[in-house]
């Protein structure tokens, strides 16, 4: 009776365990397939951009310069030059500026340094700048192009690219360590049945400390 009754027990426990692990199997996969569907593009964005910087000076493409000079109407220059210190651009006088240069500078912030203001209108891939020289009445426009590849490796960055961006890159952040954690969740549970989950996942871990000990950190 007593053995019947222990018999019982142990199955009992054995099938909560099952359960439980049933459970945890269907949940780890389930978010598992989710994060990769969210970061599938991603990754493979930052995989190959990864690549392209790491290969920078080799890959990127010589810049290609523009430069333009723009006269000031003389109604803008007077708007401009009361300016003392900095302060946002109105309305008005974005499109005054726009209108003269071709430039749109709505909601930047002008600061008048002994009549010059330079504004940074650098993007990925792509440096320029606007210089307003009030005293003469010009404007001056730079940029240099450089390249796709250069644009691909500071999107992997996030130079240049503005708030939304980096909120993406956070966001492909987040579906990483949840793909990452689910996947260690996964090998785990199917350790047994694979015996070179550990030794592979212990090579993938220790080949870059070995590299950054023996040719980084020295």
Not at 6 to 27: D, Y
Not at 49 to 71: I, K, M, P, R, Y
Not at 143 to 171: C, E, P, Y
Not at 185 to 203: D, E, F, I, K, S
Request: charge should be neutral; glycine fraction near 6%.
């Amino acid at each position: 009776m007593i053995s019947a009754i222990r018999k019982g027990t142990q199955k009992s426990e054995a099938g909560s365990r099952s359960l439980r692990a049933s459970f945890w199997r269907r949940q780890l996969r389930q978010w598992h397939w989710i994060s990769s569907a969210l970061c599938l593009a991603l990754v493979f964005l930052f995989a190959v951009t990864g690549f392209t910087l790491n290969h920078a000076a080799s890959l990127e493409a010589e810049g290609v310069s523009t430069q333009a000079e723009f006269d000031l109407p003389a109604t803008l220059v007077a708007d401009l030059s009361a300016i003392e210190g900095e302060a946002e651009l109105t309305a008005a006088q974005a499109r005054a500026i726009q209108d003269a240069t071709g430039v749109d500078l709505s909601g930047r912030v002008a600061r008048n340094e002994y009549g010059e203001m330079i504004f940074d209108l650098a993007r990925p891939g792509k440096d320029a700048s606007l210089i307003l020289d009030l005293n003469a009445a010009m404007a001056y426009s730079d940029q240099i192009d450089r390249g796709t590849i250069a644009k691909l490796n500071d999107l992997h960055k996030g130079r240049h690219a503005g708030a939304v961006w980096s909120l993406m890159i956070d966001f492909a952040a987040a579906c990483f360590v949840v793909f990452a954690v689910t996947g260690f969740g996964l090998l785990w549970l199917q350790a047994r049945m694979q015996p070179a989950t550990w030794p592979l996942a212990t090579l993938g871990a220790v080949l870059p400390l070995i590299a950054y000990i023996l040719f980084v950190h020295a």
